[in-house]
């Protein structure tokens, strides 16, 4: 039997205070003294009215029910429906729509800004330093490409321009995806205590996530060899062959190759916080990212990519203004902004540009880690029913120890 006021459960047998409808009826003034009982003809105010029949005029309506318990008084917790979802922590623990995963990131950093900005600006300080010193001492000009090479040549030349790109930010990149993982790693651990609404300093992220570091690094560049791998089985064939029937064959390899990329991406995706949570290794992780992602693939490839569109375009913003600062303030005009002749390889053209891309890595680290964990928990909740978990962790009455 439900409580809720005027509905009670389908089939429900006909007890106190109902009659074999399944609507509860409410005690009339009169029927303390039985001077006035329940009928058809005589229904109490507020309660359901018999059928007329066809054409015939309808019976005057009672005045509705106004206390508390008729037909149109309100549910206790305010609006209609089933109840609202335990929330602990910065989500509900329920199916997250699109708006909670959001919504879930953003009260992340802005509720633990501390423990959050010491990690992100600290990684990101480090991040663009390496990429800064890695454009200034390593920085060569480009190996050309001759259009009328024969196909072997023209292999050999890409690998040359492979090698010299290699050399020039091999270096900044790999430090980058090393500063990347550690932020991964801190910012998974911060986010999965405060879904269950518990603060951490930046002390307890660092002993947690530290055991499962050079697992979660193996785990990123596995990803990424593979995802090397299929490109170049997808263009090498066009490359070999040559002539105008090379180019499309590498055109149509490398796109097949490149959708394989993005399934391989986003099916791998949930791995992180696999890792991370879950204590498993790194292929355990990948399959377990591949189960919960199977059958919601093209749900969180759609929220990643507006993710990662949100980041591009907030980046986009802030790296503008800093890019034209930095050629002013690197002696520069304007013009050679705009026809792309500035010397990008000055200190201070570097330094001012590096510090716009510590304050976009700063706030867009903390967004993109989150919605990776809160796909991984939203995940886990509509297979597993973790949201019971994550409430008995959080201490919640009724739910037991």
Known sequence: MNDTPGWTSPGSAPSDGHDGSGVSRPASPGDANGSAQWSKEQPPAGQWQPPTAPGAAAPPQAPARAQSGGWNAPPPYGHWGP????????????????????????????????????????????????????????????????????????????????????????????????????CSALLTVVMSRAVLGRPITLGEAWRDARPRLLQLLGITFLVIALSAAIMLVGVLPGLLLGGSAGDGLAFVGGFCAFVAVVWLTIALSL????????????????????????????????????????????????????????????????DAFMDGSVAETGWTFLIV???????????????????????????????????????????LPGYGG
């Open 83 to 182: 109840p609202p979802a335990a929330k602990p922590g910065v989500v509900p623990l329920r199916p997250m729509t699109l708006g909670d995963i959001l919504d879930g990131a953003a009260t992340t950093m802005r509720r633990y800004w501390q423990t959050v900005l010491a990690i992100s600006l600290g990684v990101a300080v480090v991040a663009q330093l390496a990429d800064i010193l890695s454009i200034r001492f390593l920085a060569s000009e480009p190996v050309p490409l001759d259009p009328d090479a024969t196909p072997a040549e023209a292999l050999a030349q890409s690998v040359d321009s492979l090698k010299s790109a290699l050399v020039q930010s091999g270096p900044s990149y790999i430090i980058m995806i090393g500063a990347g993982v550690l």
């Open 271 to 334: 791995a992180s916080p696999a890792l991370m949570l879950e204590r498993q290794g790194v292929v355990k992780a990948m399959k377990r990212s591949m189960k919960l992602v199977q059958g919601s693939w093209w749900r969180i490839f759609g929220i990643t990519l507006l993710t990662n569109v949100m980041v591009a375009v907030f980046s986009m913003l802030v790296a503008v203004p800093f890019l034209i600062l930095a050629t002013l303030a690197s002696g520069s005009g304007l």
């Open 353 to 395: 540009v590096g510090i716009g891309g510590v304050i976009t890595s700063a706030l867009t680290y903390p967004l993109t880690s989150g919605v990776t964990v809160l796909l991984y928990i939203d995940q886990r909740i509509r297979r597993e029913a973790l949201d019971l978990e994550l409430a008995r962790a959080a201490g």
